[in-house]
């Protein structure tokens, strides 16, 4: 979701949005790492995890990648 929000706040276009947007964004990444290695720890791994982590890290990238396009539209017209 946080991957999914940065990528709204890049399509606003905003300097300031785009700074919360790098926030998001990194907070992200940060989340992305724990939860795999929190379910190692707690022995809480499954099966369709990874296959799931994979999704979800592809959705939330190309998402961001719409958003910065869509910011950078905007702030250019």
């Not at 992305?32 to 995890?49: N, P």
């Amino acid at each position: 979701m946080t991957g999914i929000g940065a990528s709204g706040a890049f399509a606003a276009g905003a300097e300031d949005a785009r700074m919360i947007g790098v926030a998001m964004m990194a907070v992200s990444l940060l989340l992305d790492r724990a939860d795999g290695e929190l379910a190692r720890q707690a022995g809480k791994m499954s099966q369709a995890g990874p296959r799931y982590d994979l999704i979800a890290y592809g959705l939330s990238n190309g998402t961001v990648f719409i958003g910065i396009g869509i910011g950078l539209t905007i702030s250019v017209l």
